[in-house]
């Protein structure tokens, strides 16, 4: 089965791709230009294993949280691929496939990404399971589902911002946790993707094309036409 994976969800995109008998992953940090760079990555990659993009058996991209237009860049590019070829898509959550790389730690892993406006979309796993909701959270709201729990290794692009944070937060509640921050910030997610898209297939089928990135917070679009509403405008 050829796999292509993509993940635009941050400012690191990701992609990789899997075949019977390659496998390939890359990272690319150049900011946020996905919406230039994504479909000739995914053609280049492609190509240096034999492919074009028609070849592909299934695609793989992240469903949120994340930034908004990054989402949305990755998932309408694989939707395009999928309906045009008649190949399955599958969307997995960005938190769970930070989380995955990370999964043997002993203890509780935060996956964490800077949702701005001092909030962070964040959630808990232990052992690969999950024990909390994708949430957008702030550290007070975290840490207090991380009692019980000795020690936490926080993950994502944002561990070295957030995991500060979450230790004062811990501690001005008389939490008595060893925080450790995973320092690969810019891990590569490629494996993850596949096997976490792998296994959905498996398991749950392909998504259906109505479906959509999965957003935790409101746009700031929204936001101010609530507000407008709220003033009587």
């Known amino acids: 089965m050829n796999i292509l994976a993509v993940d635009t969800s941050t400012e690191v995109m990701h992609l990789a791709l899997e075949t019977d008998t390659q496998f390939e992953s890359r990272t690319l940090d150049a900011g946020l230009k996905h919406s230039e760079n994504l479909v000739p990555e995914m053609m280049a990659i492609c190509g240096r294993a034999g492919l074009v993009l028609a070849d592909i058996d299934l695609l793989v991209c992240t469903k949120g949280p994340g930034s908004f237009t990054g989402l949305r860049i990755a998932m309408a590019a694989c939707k395009g691929i999928a309906l ?55 550290p007070a709201e975290l840490v207090e589902l991380l009692d019980g729990n000795d020690s936490v290794l926080v993950t994502g692009p944002d561990a070295q911002k957030f995991t500060p944070l979450l230790a004062k937060a811990a501690q001005d509640v008389g939490l008595t946790i060893r925080f450790s921050i995973d320092t690969l910030q810019k891990r590569d ?29 409101k746009s700031d679009a929204e936001i101010a036409l609530e507000e407008k509403f709220r003033q009587g405008k």
């Not at 996956?111 to 994708?134: C, M, N, Q, W």
């Not at 490629?190 to 957003?215: F, H, M, N």
């Open 189 to 217: 997610l490629g494996e993850s993707l596949i096997q976490l898209g792998r296994l959905q297939l498996e398991q749950k089928g392909a998504d259906d094309i109505g479906e959509g990135p999965v957003y935790i917070r």
């Open 84 to 138: 045009g070829g008649g190949k399955p898509l599958v969307s997995v959550s960005t938190l769970q496939t930070m989380q995955e790389p990370v999964k043997w730690f002993d203890g509780a892993v935060v996956p964490v990404i800077d949702a701005k406006k001092h909030r962070y979309y964040s959630t808990i796993f232990k052992h690969g399971e999950r024990l909390a909701p994708d949430m957008d959270c702030d």
